[in-house]
């Protein structure tokens, strides 16, 4: 088994990174001696990876700083790098590799101060392995301080440092930094293939992986959540009956506020689990004493804290409001195929009766405006609105038409 396993359906992809990794080897040697970069090299310092969610490509970036990081014998009789079970490959994948560090946010951006530690670590020499590798998750995140921060580490990197960033699109990413990167895009698994996964290598049900992988259209991480999770199949189920609910005013303000609370909710669930932990350790971290007083000068601390919780519950609630929409936007798409008489595969056969129903009381026209007040929604999360207006807006423009 290969790091490269892992990449559902993106086997040009995998080659272009495999055969980066070999001449990786020619580069390093090169570095070392202060010699030129060896002409036609396809390795090179700085990689953004680009494709919708769940195309893998967080995964695809583990797998490369993994293949770099390879100390498999058989490279040296010629083999592929990315064993996937030397120290090196595994260390890298499982997050405990001393030379590479994966940085993913669960706020809504990543602001200068955490840039710059970055930038720090990428001037260091590597402690074990052959690359400083740096991935980074959710660049599209970068706030453009940040990204002007970056930019200048990315301009002129260390000599054995590697940089992965990762992000939806080109577009997300600053074009300063863009350009001085070598790009990758990452298509949608196919839904056999995700269905396989599911069935080969979580040992769920194949009836269950084919109807959650056809649901979610080939993203791989909602699939899983899908096949196993009750409550993910349960709230699914309540989303895709909200086409139904907005025949009169009262049942479009009424679905809106149930979809903002279970989103709510959700965000919620992950804080308990999460923040209380999180402050327990840092008050013990901070030396407080019994009966919960803490030391004088740490209240900055804690409320910086308690102001980092608040911005990841709010990103909670919104990804989870996002899930939402992207289920009712899968929902319209089906509809609007039935309408047109298309050939493709329905998402969504399992409310097959709802999807006819819409489709018989409604028009190709009305539906593409229902597709286009769905995506007005989400732009208008993505711009702070609040959650509420915002879903009552589409609710009401669905029920427009």
Not at 29 to 55: K, Y
Not at 82 to 87: A, K, S, V
Request: net charge neutral.
């Amino acid at each position: 088994m290969s790091v490269g396993d892992d990449l559902v359906g993106q086997d040009r992809v995998q080659e272009q990174l495999v055969a980066a990794a070999q001449d990786a080897d020619a580069l390093g040697t090169a570095v070392s001696a202060g010699e030129r970069v060896p002409p036609g090299s396809r390795m090179t310092h700085a990689w953004l990876f680009t494709g919708p969610p769940g195309s893998g490509r967080s995964t695809a970036a583990r797998a490369f700083a993994a293949a770099l990081q390879c100390t498999s014998p058989d490279r040296a009789l010629g083999g592929a790098p990315g064993c996937g079970f030397c120290d090196g490959c595994h260390t890298s994948l499982v997050g405990t590799h001393a030379d590479v560090e994966v940085v993913r946010t669960d706020l809504l951006s990543i602001g200068v101060k955490e840039t710059r530690e970055l930038v720090r670590r990428a001037q260091l020499s590597p402690a074990v392995g052959r690359w400083q590798v740096i991935i980074l998750e959710d660049a599209d995140r970068l706030t453009e301080g940040a990204g002007n921060v970056l930019l200048k580490a990315v301009e002129e990197p260390a000599p054995r440092t590697v940089w992965l960033l990762c992000a939806p699109s080109l577009e997300d990413v600053l074009p300063t930094i863009r350009s001085r990167c070598r790009h990758l895009t990452l298509r949608t698994p196919p839904v056999d293939a995700v269905a396989d996964v599911l069935i080969r290598r979580d040992g769920i049900d194949p009836e269950r992986a084919a109807s959650a992988a056809r649901a979610t259209q080939g993203h791989i991480g909602r699939a899983r959540r899908l096949a196993t999770d009750e409550k993910a199949r349960a709230r699914r189920a309540a989303v895709l009956k909200l086409p139904l609910r907005v025949d009169d005013i009262g049942g479009c303000l009424k679905a809106a506020q149930e979809l903002v609370d279970t989103a709510a909710d959700d965000a919620k669930q992950v804080s308990e689990e999460v923040d209380v932990k999180e402050t327990e350790d840092m008050k013990a971290a901070l030396g407080a004493v019994a009966g919960g007083r803490m030391p004088r000068g740490t209240a900055g601390v804690m409320k910086e804290l308690e102001d980092k919780q608040k911005r990841r519950k709010t990103r909670t609630q919104r990804d989870s409001l996002d899930l939402a929409l992207t289920d009712l936007t899968g929902f319209y798409r089906d509809v609007l195929a039935l309408q047109l008489g298309s050939q493709i595969a329905l998402s969504n056969v399992d409310v097959r009766d709802a999807l006819d129903r819409i489709a018989r009381s409604s028009t190709p026209e009305r539906t593409l405006r229902r597709i286009e007040a769905v995506i007005a929604c989400r732009r208008a999360l993505d711009r702070n609105v609040a959650p509420l207006l915002a879903v009552e807006a589409m609710t009401m423009a669905l029920r427009a038409g």
